[in-house]
T-cell receptor, first 118, second 113 residues
C-alpha cells in the first residue's frame, strides 16, 4: 500500500511569513496526526483528527497554527505568522485506530517537512 | 498524564554484540507501548508494540522488547547488532483510556564496525 505522503519536503521562510503543509494519509486510515519534531527531541503531537473531527489539539498553538481535514482524507497544517522557534520537522502520521479507547494500532509516518524560519 | 523516559541520549555497541535501548513509562492505567526507528531525513518507522499478552514482543529487523510491569519498562533489544541498526530510536506510550500518544526524546544508537 502507498505510504503517507507529505509536501513540500523542505521549506525556508522568513519570520512573520505564512506557510502551509499538506498530508495525504494511507487510504482507509481514519486517524491523522500532525507532529512537530524539534532537533534533538521526540515528536510532539500538535493535533489529532478522527475522520474530519478534531480529537486532540491541546498542544496546538492556536494563535498561529491551524489545521483542517475537511473531507476526512487529506489535511493541511498552516502557520501564520511563523516565528524562529517554529523551525522543526513537521511529521504527519495516520493509523487505522477508530473509536476512543481502542488505540492499539501503530502509526505510519510520512517523510516530514523540514521548516526553516530565518 | 502519561510520560515516557529514555534515559540514554546515545548508546554505542560493537557490531555483533547484543544491544539494549532503555525505556520507562508512567501511565494511570494500562499502557500500549511502541518502538519506532528514524533514519536520517526519514519519517519514523514502526518496529514493534506491546498491547497485551506475552511480555516478550518480537518486531521488525530482529528487534524485540520486553514489557516489565513491575519496573514500568519496555527496553528494546537485539541479540546481535548490525552497523545498519545505527539510527535514532523512539519509545512511545499510550494510555488505554486515552488517545494521546507520548514519545520519548529518543536514543541515538551507534553500532561500531
Amino acid at each position: 500500500e502507498a505510504g503517507v505522503a507529505q509536501s513540500p519536503r523542505y521549506k525556508i521562510i522568513e519570520k512573520r511569513q505564512s506557510v502551509a503543509f499538506w498530508c495525504n494519509p494511507i487510504s482507509g486510515h481514519a486517524t491523522l496526526y500532525w507532529y512537530q519534531q524539534i532537533l534533538g527531541q521526540g515528536p510532539k503531537l500538535l493535533i489529532q483528527f478522527q475522520n474530519n473531527g478534531v480529537v486532540d489539539d491541546s498542544q496546538l498553538p492556536k494563535d498561529r497554527f491551524s489545521a483542517e481535514r475537511l473531507k476526512g482524507v487529506d489535511s493541511t497544517l498552516k502557520i501564520q505568522p511563523a516565528k524562529l522557534e517554529d523551525s522543526a520537522v513537521y511529521l504527519c502520521a495516520s493509523s487505522r485506530s477508530g473509536s476512543r479507547g481502542v488505540s492499539g494500532n501503530e502509526q505510519f509516518f510520512g517523510p516530514g517537512t523540514r521548516l526553516t524560519v530565518l | 498524564a502519561q510520560s515516557v523516559a529514555q534515559p540514554e541520549d546515545q548508546v554505542n555497541v560493537a557490531e555483533g554484540n547484543p544491544l539494549t535501548v532503555k525505556c520507562t513509562y508512567s501511565v494511570s492505567g494500562n499502557p500500549y507501548l511502541f518502538w519506532y526507528v528514524q533514519y536520517p531525513n526519514r519519517g519514523l518507522q514502526f518496529l514493534l508494540k506491546y498491547i497485551t499478552g506475552d511480555n516478550l514482543v518480537k518486531g521488525s529487523y530482529g528487534f524485540e522488547a520486553e514489557f516489565n510491569k513491575s519496573q514500568t519498562s519496555f527496553h528494546l533489544k537485539k541479540p546481535s547488532a548490525l552497523v545498519s541498526d545505527s539510527a535514532l530510536y523512539f519509545c512511545a506510550v499510550r494510555d488505554i483510556g486515552d488517545d494521546k500518544i507520548i514519545f520519548g526524546k529518543g536514543t541515538r544508537l551507534h553500532i561500531l564496525p
